[in-house]
């Protein structure tokens, strides 16, 4: 009875637990209204595009949604814009110190309510310095739930999801665009080639650079070819762009990146890499396979052996039983033989 | 005879009316069908919260696993600007229950999550509270020292909450305060840059995974008390129409000789 019950608990638990995993948080949404689209331009339908002048003061709205089946308070705050280590686009943290867009602009409220399926539209400002750098500037304006429940007992982590809508801000004035490729390296990451071209971005303008690796096998002969992943590189950034290498094979290879960022501008970098026959995990795998195989093939000629064996000795003890018998009759014949 | 005739001609006439009534004219007629797609919005979704596997404290440096379930990045915006999936976490910290250093009041304690910008300390650290002037609370004075050791504040004035440094308040209960009574609480910190985040295979529940990427493998890195942002997944410019999943593992380092209890950090997933 007691073990029934145990059984029971135990099956609750393990439901609610699971139950309690899949616990999603988010459903927000935020993009420009529909006042700040332009027709021409389609990405201005998801993200803020400006050109201001320093000194300009530009009012706008930008649309929040609840996408959920219940109210929320959510928050919403601007912050300026960085890339991660390797080009993603990346809003800074709400804590995190403004300097950029992220300090020109002035949201008319901090904080709203959201019943379900709303959508409202919210004013804000922004207000380009007069000593504003030419070039452009990035941030973006984020919206994420108010409350967020507490961690799990024991070693763990809250979870906060935000959504941003960019802000791409254009300071008119002379632009550089002016990229380097200063690195082109590999490393072997899950047993495939990532290849890292380290970008640096040294005008006033974010650059997307787009390009392809072409790897040569030792023959000269073009194995593959691989679009380089697309990120971007903000003014005076570098990044590490990784490019994975989905076909890695065995071999000796060259490999020439070839990064465009421009119409006529190509930066271009050679590398030569090895890539050995079977990596450690396969090694281990391979020889447990010939183990496996060795011990099977032994296992299966004892067997052979044994069987062998055990043959053998039963007809030999029938031989035995059947010499045992006939000599008495053979004994007869010849004393009948004699006696005739 | 004539009656058969006069019916076969009337039938006749009936099916040769019934028939050319049949006969649909037919014209050409232009009908405009249209149909107007509003874009949705951008969002993300994720479990609420992600637990590393426990640990007994130990004499050398360990690993704590663990995995964000469920970052969901939905994109119905049909707008093609692509996106990206970023994630920036806090330091796990803990905070002791305070003890009493000397004297007998029980009233003091300590409240707040330390942001462990201090650090991991020898190999953590204590807060520590010593009352310097007698007195109810508003008249009785402290001096208090930080994790590090250093002493901070010089006879300040006790109230019901006072705040100390690095997210930790100190409060002090109706009672009356001795001098050289003490109280401490300990805090410790296993920091981000310890956790590596392997981002791990997307899957598409919705949509193509052409131009979709996910992030490279790599410990968190930063000075703040919050870390750098670390990519999860993007969506190249004209990609990542539709509903894209990913449950990025996590490993910490776990340092040797720590305090006992429950550390807490938050990750925060952004999209854009």
Redesign the interface.
Known sequence: MKLKVTIILVGVLLVLGSFC???????????PNENEWDEKN??T???FIYTLEPGEVKEAKVNV?N?SEVPVEVKIYPVD??T??????????E??ERIDVGDWITISVSELSLEPNETKAVDFTIQVPENAEVGDHMG?I?VQPKE??E????????????????IYLTVPGEMIKELELEEFSYKI??NLI?FYLTLTNKGNVRI?PKGEIEIKDKSGKVVDEIQI???EVFPKDTIEL?T?WEKTMAGKFTALAGVSYDTEKTLTKELSFEVEGVTETEKTEKSSKTFLIIASIFGGIIILLIIFFVVRRKFSLNLVRKEAKTPKSSKYKKAENKSV | MKKILVSILIFGLVGLIGGLGGIQVVRAVDTALDITMT?????????????????TVSISAQD?T?T???V?VTDP?G????W?A?M??TH?TTRATQKTLAGSNNTVTFSGTYDGLDGVLDPNGTFKVTIVAGGIVGTATFDWWDPAGNQVGTAVTTASTVALSNGISVNFAAATYVTADSWSAGVDV?PYTGLTVTPGTITAASGSLT?V?A???GAL?GT???S????LM?A??NAGFGDYDQAPS?S?T?HANSLSG???????????
Request: glycine share 12%.
């Open positions: 995993s899949a616990i999603s948080y988010g459903g927000l949404g935020i993009y389609a990405l339908k998801s993200w949604v996408q814009a960085v991660t280590k390797d080009g993603a686009f990346a809003p800074k943290s804590d995190a973006a984020i967020v429940p961690a799990e007992e024991g070693t763990a982590m809250r979870v906060v999801t935000r959504v941003g809508a960019r990451e899950e990532v997307l992943t697309e990120r990784p994975k | 874009a949705g919005t951008l969002s993300v979704d994720s479990s609420a919260s992600a637990s590393l596997t426990g640990k704590s663990g964000i379930a469920n969901s915006r707008s093609g600007a692509g990206s970023v920036t976490c796990f296993f131009g990427t992030g490279s493998a890195s703040g008390a919050t750098d942002s670390k990519t993007t190249a410019v996590l910490l776990v429950s550390y807490s950090a938050t990750a925060t997933i952004t999209v854009s």
